[in-house]
T-cell receptor, first 116, second 113 residues
Framework: GAVVSQHPSRVICKSGTSVKIECRSL??????MFWYRQFPKQSLMLMAT?????????EQGVEKDKFLINHASLTLSTLTVTSAHPEDSSFYIC????????????FGDGTRLSIL | TQLLEQSPQFLSIQEGENLTVYCNSS?????LQWYRQEPGEGPVLLVT?????EVKKLKRLTFQFGDARKDSSLHITAAQPGDTGLYLC?????????????FGQGTILTVHP
C-alpha cells in the first residue's frame, strides 16, 4: 500500500519551456503533498507543502510564480516549472501523506528535469 | 540552519563490517523516520520511531530513538553490497505541521564486496 506515482520520470526540454510534473497517490487519499528538489548526492530540500483545496505553502526562497503548485484532488498534485532555465535542472520529488503530525511520507520516484 | 545533523556524510566500508549513522538535533521531534534512497529513485521508508527510547529492528538494521526524542541512530550489522545507498533521517514536529519533515544531510553508504 501507500504507492505514489510521479510522472514523467525524465524531461529534457529547451530553455523557456514550461514543464508540468504530476504526483498521484494511487491507493490512498493524500490530504497533504510535498514537493522537494534534490541536487546530486545531497539531501532533499523542501520547496512547498500543498493541501488539497487550498493554496500551497512555499518555503523561504522558493519563487511561487516560478513553481506553480496545484492540488485539486486528494489524489493528484501538480508542479509546473514555468519558463524553465538551465539552473532549474534538478531532480524533483513529490511525496504524499495522509496528513497529521506523525503520518509518514510516501515518495514518488522523482522526475529528472534537464533544461538545455 | 540545519536542524537535524546527520553524520557521517560519507561511509565506505567492506562487506561484513558494522556501521552506525547518527542524527542529532537540539529540537524535540514527535517522530523520526529513516529512509533509504537509490540513485534516480525516490526515498523508501524504512522505519518510523515515535516513542523516546524506542528500538526497532528490521533484519540487520537497528533503529533507536533517543530518550528525549532529539536524536536517533541507525546501526547496520554485517553490511552487504545491497545496503549501498543514501540514508536519510527526517524528523516530524507533529501538531499542525501537516507532517512536514526536517531532513538530515544524508549519509552516502558504499559497501564494497
Amino acid at each position: 500500500g501507500a504507492v505514489v506515482s510521479q510522472h514523467p520520470s525524465r524531461v529534457i526540454c529547451k530553455s523557456g519551456t514550461s514543464v508540468k510534473i504530476e504526483c498521484r497517490s494511487l491507493d490512498f487519499q493524500a490530504t497533504t503533498m510535498f514537493w522537494y528538489r534534490q541536487f546530486p548526492k545531497q539531501s532533499l530540500m523542501l520547496m512547498a507543502t500543498s493541501n488539497e483545496g487550498s493554496k500551497a505553502t512555499y518555503e523561504q526562497g522558493v519563487e511561487k510564480d516560478k513553481f506553480l503548485i496545484n492540488h485539486a484532488s486528494l489524489t493528484l498534485s501538480t508542479l509546473t516549472v514555468t519558463s524553465a532555465h538551465p539552473e532549474d535542472s534538478s531532480f524533483y520529488i513529490c511525496s504524499a501523506s495522509l496528513g497529521g503530525g506523525n503520518q509518514p511520507q510516501h515518495f514518488g520516484d522523482g522526475t529528472r528535469l534537464s533544461i538545455l | 540552519t540545519q536542524l537535524l545533523e546527520q553524520s557521517p556524510q560519507f561511509l565506505s566500508i567492506q562487506e561484513g563490517e558494522n556501521l552506525t549513522v547518527y542524527c542529532n538535533s537540539s529540537s524535540v521531534f514527535s517522530s523520526l523516520q529513516w529512509y533509504r534512497q537509490e540513485p534516480g529513485e525516490g526515498p523508501v521508508l524504512l522505519v518510523t520511531v515515535v516513542t523516546g527510547g524506542e528500538v526497532k529492528k528490521l533484519k540487520r538494521l537497528t533503529f533507536q530513538f533517543g530518550d528525549a526524542r532529539k536524536d536517533s541512530s541507525l546501526h547496520i550489522t554485517a553490511a552487504q553490497p545491497g545496503d549501498t545507498g543514501l540514508y536519510l533521517c527526517a524528523g516530524a514536529k507533529g501538531g499542525t505541521s501537516y507532517g512536514k519533515l526536517t531532513f538530515g544531510q544524508g549519509t552516502i553508504l558504499t559497501v564494497h564486496p
